[in-house]
């Protein structure tokens, strides 16, 4: 298995194919990043050579961020937008979507479980005062 930006790519799987299981580097990355490389994108990770690896690692070294350095930055940009009281920041915060999807029906992950609102039914409000303990 060859080992880049810390991720062992699977051997059996063609180079262009097997470099998206890094985060940050999707199909139309990984295009550049084997043209500028220099790599042909059809080989499989095993027939690649120790000379194609280092050009791939220099190449996303140079070019991108990946992993753990895109994540935090991420995370910053989110942060920086709570922080300053943006429209998006106060919708991260209120775990709401924040790019203009409708909420009133759907949003439902993003919105968690349903709660229901209303008033209580008589059989299921006599079963709550039942398993309450009494205060004496």
Known sequence: MARIAGIDLPDLKRIDIALTSIYGIGRSNVVSLLKTAAVEGAKRVKDLSEEDVNRIQKTIDKEFKVEGDLKSEISDNIKRLKEIGS?????????????????????????????????????????????????E
């Open 87 to 135: 429209y998006r920041g106060l919708r991260h915060i209120k775990n709401l979507p924040s790019r203009g999807q409708r909420t009133r029906s759907n949003a439902r992950t993003k919105r968690g479980k349903r709660q229901t609102v209303g008033a209580l039914r008589k059989e299921t409000r006599a079963k709550l005062t039942q398993t309450q303990p009494t205060k």
